[in-house]
Structures are given as structure tokens and as C-alpha cells.
């Protein structure tokens, strides 16, 4: 009898885990059951070139929808899943879709504010490509005030977008400074003068307590310290796993659903990957849920080949990137890991040119290079290999990452 596997999401992690059910040489049916009415696409340019006009919509999709047809996978657009029974998991309209294997990509949510005001017209959250199209129609309309609620990676891209649309944009959060939490004070402050030297104005330390609006439409965002003129609210607060299906069904959650190393849930024979997944890593040590695309893609090809009956393991060093105008940069590590490191700079903070490492008892934890390429996976390697190291040898621009071993 065919085997069959049904997927439920229709982000990256679902698509990716599709993709490499074929690879492994899975022959029975695949169905993804997505969502949302669009074929899977990827999220981060939907707060950068995808917003800002740069890239063309075609360029988000993961593959176009001929390929679906190619690898004979089914996938049903719209189709929300409400419960996960024995076997089977039943659609919102009543459909009831039997399984051998489940993989759940249901992703995660904004978070949204419950405030006073918090309906008015022109307040927005970003998470779908639909969110993205109606920022991106609002920010090409000159003359706008816009407040951004939140200074996390993605308010602070999202600042960045309104201010490269021409934009008077102000940032309020309650953080002293922006990104503190992942990148501490001196690398969160690079970030506020990345931004002030962009044109942007910030109100930190400062929580957000309603939002006042004339005829339904936001005219203003109340702060401790007074009201912020806006037309324009962009909400970005992060974000809750979906675990609601999980939890209806019994399985096992922990800030996400928690999985094994192979991604397989508390019950077998049943997965979770991506953004709602919190997963045992070998090599951190430690559980991890990781809200990025390259944990997307990497737990999404686990899960895939898990569900193919092979012997895959999670164990990707965790990896992301922002774009914020001429800056890039990229992450390899865990943040919630780095609370107790020591944090080494080598390069030039003013120029914004430099690699951050994140140091605990002697090794690499984490390393952020900012407009500086092609070292990340020297950074991944000293982290994975525990390689040991001193401050003096990570600051000192002579000393090679490769000759650390
Ligand atoms: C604006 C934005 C910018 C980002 N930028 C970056 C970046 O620069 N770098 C980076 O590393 N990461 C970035 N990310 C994060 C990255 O996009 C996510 O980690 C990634 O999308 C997670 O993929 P996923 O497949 O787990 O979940 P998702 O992409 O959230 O997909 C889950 C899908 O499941 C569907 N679903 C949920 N419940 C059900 C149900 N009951 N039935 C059917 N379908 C359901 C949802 O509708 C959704 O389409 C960004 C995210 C956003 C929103």
C-alpha cells in the first residue's frame, strides 16, 4: 500500500521538507496542506527588497508551482488544518486527510498588542507576503509618519524600508538600547547610530500605552513620555510559535513543540520543523528554537529525510543575516547561549566593519561578522569544534580564524 505524508504549513520548513522527502527517494504520496493562498515563499524579503521594490515577487516563491507538479506533491492552498486525530487530521471545511507520518511547519505569529486604540486603521504587523504588499503600497505614498513599535531585528528593518521609501520614522521600545538582548550594549548601540545617522529617531525606554486615532485611522502612539505623531504604526514584537494543533493533540510543548534531534515529536511517527519547533541540538547542548530561515531550511531537509526512514540529524550551527542600508551581516550561534560570554571585538565599531565573538570558558559561543564576508563558516567551525581560544588571538586582525584549531 502507498505510504502517504502530509505536511502542515506551506512556509519554508513545509516546502523544504517536501523537496527533500523526493531527494531521499520517498515514492508515496505527499500532500501540503498550506495556509495560506500563496505556494510557499521565503519571509526575509518581505521586510527588505521585496518591500523596498527591489526584488520582483516571482524571486520569493521557493519554487514555482509547476515544480509541485513535477515531484508530485499535492499542495492545497487555504487549507486550515483545525485538528489532529489518529491518523488523520481534519480540515476547517471537514475534510479528513489520513497519514503514516505528519510533519507540523506551522510557523509562528506576531504578537500582537492588546491596547488601547489597537484597531485603529493603519496599524500594521508583517508576516505574510499580503502583510508586506499593503506596507509596501502604504510606504510608496510620500509624507508619512511612522512610528515603529519594537527595536528587534525585524522594527529595525522595517525602519530601515520606511526610511529608504523617504519616511519620517521614529522607533519606541521599552529596551535602553536596541538588540540589547541578542547583541548586548556596545553592538546594540552600533545599531541605534546605524540608524540615527540614517535619519532615524528613537524613544527608548519607553513602553507603548495606546494608540489615538481620528475617524478609525491612527493619528497618534501614547508613550510614557507623551504621544508620538503617526499615521503609519508598524508593530513588530515578535512572534509565538503555533503550537495550538500541537496542544489540542496532546503532544508535548514547551515554548514550541518540543522534538528530538531527529525532529520527531513526543509521539511517533509525528514531526514539527522551523519556527514552531524546539529542538534538542547535539552540539549546542541545549534546546533551541530558532525563528530563522536557515533553521527553516535545515530542520525542514531533518524532518524530510527523518520521515524517509533515515538517520538525519539537526545539528546546523544556527545561522541569519540582516540587511539595514549599507550594512550586512551575519550570525552564526544561539543568542539565549551568549548571556554569560564575553564579547571580543576584532575590526573598526565606527566603521562598522568588524567580527563580534562571543567567548564563555575559553571557546567561540556564538560570532557576528558585519561587513566583513566569507568567515562565517570559520566562525561556525570554532564553534562547533569548541576550538580553544584566548581574547587576545579573536581581536587580533593577524591572527587567521583558520590557524585556530
Ligand atoms: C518579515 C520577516 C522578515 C524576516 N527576515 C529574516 C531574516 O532576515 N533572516 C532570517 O534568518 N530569518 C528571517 N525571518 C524569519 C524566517 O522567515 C522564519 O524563520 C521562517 O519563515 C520560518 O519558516 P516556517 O516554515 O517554520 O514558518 P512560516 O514561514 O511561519 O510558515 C508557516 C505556515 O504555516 C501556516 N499554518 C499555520 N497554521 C496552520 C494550520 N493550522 N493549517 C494550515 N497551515 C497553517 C501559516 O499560515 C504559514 O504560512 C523573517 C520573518 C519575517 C516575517
Not at 495606546?210 to 508620538?228: C, K, M, N, Q, R
Not at 510559535?241 to 518540543?258: F, R, V
Not at 539595514?324 to 564575553?342: H, I
Request: aromatic content about 6%.
Amino acid at each position: 500500500m502507498t505510504e502517504s505524508i502530509v505536511i502542515i504549513g506551506g512556509g519554508l520548513a513545509a516546502a523544504t521538507a517536501a523537496e527533500e522527502l523526493r531527494t531521499a527517494g520517498f515514492t508515496g504520496s505527499v500532500r501540503l496542506l498550506a495556509g495560506e493562498q500563496h505556494h510557499p515563499y521565503i519571509r526575509p524579503p518581505l521586510s527588505k527588497a521585496y518591500l523596498t521594490g527591489q526584488d520582483d515577487r516571482d524571486s520569493v516563491f521557493v519554487h514555482p508551482a509547476q515544480w509541485y507538479r513535477d515531484q508530485d506533491v499535492e499542495v492545497s492552498l487555504g487549507a486550515h488544518v483545525d485538528r489532529i486525530d489518529d491518523g488523520r487530521v481534519v480540515l476547517a471545511g471537514g475534510e479528513e486527510v489520513p497519514f503514516d507520518r505528519l510533519l507540523i511547519a506551522t510557523g509562528a505569529v506576531p504578537r500582537r498588542l492588546h491596547l488601547p486604540g489597537s484597531d485603529a486603521d493603519g496599524i500594521h504587523y508583517l508576516r505574510t507576503l499580503d502583510d508586506s504588499e499593503a506596507l509596501k503600497a502604504v510606504l510608496a505614498e510620500p509624507g508619512h509618519h511612522v512610528v515603529v513599535v519594537g527595536s528587534g531585528w525585524i522594527g529595525l528593518e522595517l525602519a530601515a524600508a520606511a526610511r529608504g521609501a523617504g519616511q519620517d520614522v521614529t522607533v519606541v521600545a521599552p529596551e535602553q538600547v536596541p538588540l540589547a538582548g541578542p547583541l548586548g550594549t556596545e553592538l546594540g548601540t552600533m545599531f541605534r547610530e546605524l540608524h540615527e545617522t540614517n535619519g532615524v529617531t528613537f524613544h527608548l525606554g519607553t513602553g507603548v500605552q495606546g494608540f489615538e486615532a481620528a475617524d478609525g485611522h491612527v493619528t497618534g502612539v501614547a508613550t510614557e513620555a507623551g504621544v508620538l505623531p503617526a499615521d503609519v504604526v508598524i508593530v513588530g514584537v515578535g512572534v509565538a510559535p503555533s503550537t495550538e494543533l500541537a496542544e489540542a493533540a496532546g503532544l508535548d510543548i514547551d515554548n514550541g513543540i518540543l522534538v528530538d534531534e531527529h525532529l520527531q515529536t513526543s509521539r511517533p511517527g509525528i514531526y514539527a520543523a522551523g519556527d514552531v519547533a524546539n529542538a534538542m541540538h547535539p552540539v549546542l547542548g541545549a534546546r533551541m528554537r530558532n525563528e530563522h530561515w536557515a533553521n527553516a531550511i535545515a530542520s525542514g531537509k531533518v524532518a524530510g529525510r527523518s520521515m524517509a526512514g533515515q538517520d538525519a540529524v539537526l545539528d546546523d550551527i544556527p545561522y541569519f543575516y540582516t540587511d539595514q542600508y549599507d550594512l550586512g551581516m551575519e550570525y552564526s550561534g544561539y543568542p539565549p547561549l551568549t548571556r554569560d560570554a564575553e564579547v571580543v571585538i576584532r575590526g573598526d565599531r565606527a566603521a562598522r566593519e568588524l567580527i563580534a565573538f562571543w567567548v564563555a570558558d575559553g571557546r567561540v559561543v556564538a560570532g557576528m561578522n558585519v561587513n566583513i564576508w566569507d568567515v562565517n563558516e570559520e566562525i561556525q567551525r570554532l564553534i562547533r569544534d569548541k576550538v580553544s581560544v584566548t581574547a587576545a588571538q579573536l581581536a587580533d586582525p593577524s591572527v587567521e580564524l583558520s590557524s585556530l584549531t
